[in-house]
């Protein structure tokens, strides 16, 4: 077994190294704290802006006189956009500067949701929505490459950061909802606006730039894998990324509607409102949870424990109902957002710096890709055989991530031994 009572400087590892490779000098701490707040701060204005539309377009079916299923389809090209355009900010960000890209991400969606506040037409609504599905794809392959360089791979650093884009998702339906009732449907989207421009603003002030290390990033991962475990680990992410973005999209669109139908007749609509806030705030607790884990656990292996685990909340919540069904939801969300904090990390430790923005583009390109279609396959397998169907489609695509985190892990292994054993030799 490995001994898990190491000191301060051996605890972390399997992850500290990531990013210590030779670079330009390095940036005083104080800097690096500011980089992480404002990463932070990111990360939960990302998924907050996207999911101002769902909150209010029941009021727009007047100011538009259109109906809810029109105006609803409006927000599709934001949520294709947000997954499309994850590559070319990857890309960018690698050859330009990732802290300039992340300056883009606050502008252009401040931006963005100007446009959507002022916008005349449903056509130009929908092309503002556009727009800020493209900035707002910026946040994580650039956002994560750079928080990952900038914390050295610090576990709890980025569990937090995880929490952040968790608390985002679960108070923007409220936040957005009470401004449009108290002022006006706009101000759901322009105060927003506003917190981003100022936030872009402060960004620049305080954050140094960092075009002159392009070039400079190393090009040796942590862990370096054989040609053949690296191919095998390319194609099992391609596999986990679509089933695990198939299963996190699902789940999370699905899971207020279940709650109303499963946890008790007659439940007003606030009370299930609630529980689920309650549940995805489960997905923000284990998050947190893997950031100490992953400091005395082999990664690897810590993500073939959590993909188990979130198949069996899964699983469990087919069967169960009423307060079971909280509980096995409240295991299956923690699984979720629990397996996307770990194999942010995965990727980072078998991943170079220099092109690590480009694989989280990939990734995430296929993670949020699924968005579109896990709405669609809601709707079809709901209308054949309501929830009954639909958690077992979920718990499908969740067996098939699990067993190509298990293929992953089984490929590298053979180099984590390695790499340790080269470990207790020095």
Not at 51 to 60: C, H
Not at 137 to 165: E, Q, W
Not at 214 to 224: L, M
Not at 306 to 335: E, K
Request: glycine fraction near 8%.
């Amino acid at each position: 077994m490995n001994d898990v009572s190491m000191s301060p400087e051996s605890v972390s590892e399997p992850v500290a190294a990531v990013a210590a490779a030779p670079q330009a000098a390095p940036q005083p701490d104080s800097a690096k704290r500011r980089a992480i707040v404002f990463l932070n701060l990111a990360h939960a204005i990302d998924h907050f802006v996207l999911l101002i539309f769902p909150a209010v377009v029941i009021g727009l079916e007047v100011v538009y006189r259109r109906p809810y299923a029109e105006m609803i389809a409006l927000s599709t090209a934001a949520f294709v956009a947000f997954g499309a355009f994850s590559i070319p900010a990857g890309w960018l960000a690698d050859r330009w500067s990732r802290r300039n890209m992340m300056a883009v991400f606050y502008f252009g969606c401040a931006i963005s949701l100007v446009a959507a506040g002022f916008a005349p037409t449903p056509f130009w609504l929908a092309a503002a929505m556009c727009g800020l599905g493209m900035f707002a794809a910026i946040y994580h392959p650039v956002g994560m490459a750079m928080l990952i360089d900038v914390s050295k791979a610090r576990p709890r650093t980025l569990a937090f950061n995880g929490v952040c884009g968790n608390l985002g998702v679960t108070f923007a339906a409220g936040i957005s909802t009470t401004l449009a009732a108290w002022i006006d449907w706009r101000a759901a989207f322009l105060v927003p606006a506003a917190i981003c421009a100022a936030t872009g603003i402060a960004y620049l002030a305080l954050v140094p730039d960092d075009c002159h290390r392009i070039g400079k990033r190393s090009t040796t991962a942590n862990v370096v894998l054989s040609p053949r475990a690296a191919a095998t680990m390319f194609a099992c992410y391609v596999a986990i990324s679509l089933a695990g973005g198939l299963t996190f999209n699902t789940a999370l669109i699905a899971l207020p509607k279940l709650v109303d139908e499963r946890a008790g007749d007659g439940l007003p609509l606030v009370v299930v409102g609630w529980l689920a806030t309650g549940i995805f705030l489960c997905g923000a607790l284990a998050q947190l949870a893997m950031g100490r884990l992953i400091e005395r656990l082999p990664p690897h292996l810590l993500f073939a424990a959590v993909a188990t685990v979130q198949l069996a909340g899964v699983v469990w919540a087919g069967y169960a109902s009423g307060a079971a069904l909280i509980m096995a939801l409240a295991v299956a969300i923690g699984g979720i957002y629990a397996q996307v904090t770990v194999g942010d990390i995965v990727i980072a430790r078998y991943t170079a710096d220099a092109w690590r923005g480009r694989v989280y583009a990939v990734r995430y390109f296929l993670t949020f890709i699924t968005s579109g279609i896990a709405v669609q396959l809601i709707a079809q397998l709901y209308g054949r055989g309501g929830f009954d169907l639909v958690l077992a489609a979920i718990a499908l695509t969740g067996f098939v991530m699990m067993a190509g985190v298990y293929v992953m892990a089984a490929a590298v292994n053979g180099a984590e031994v390695a790499h340790r054993a080269a470990g207790v030799a020095e």
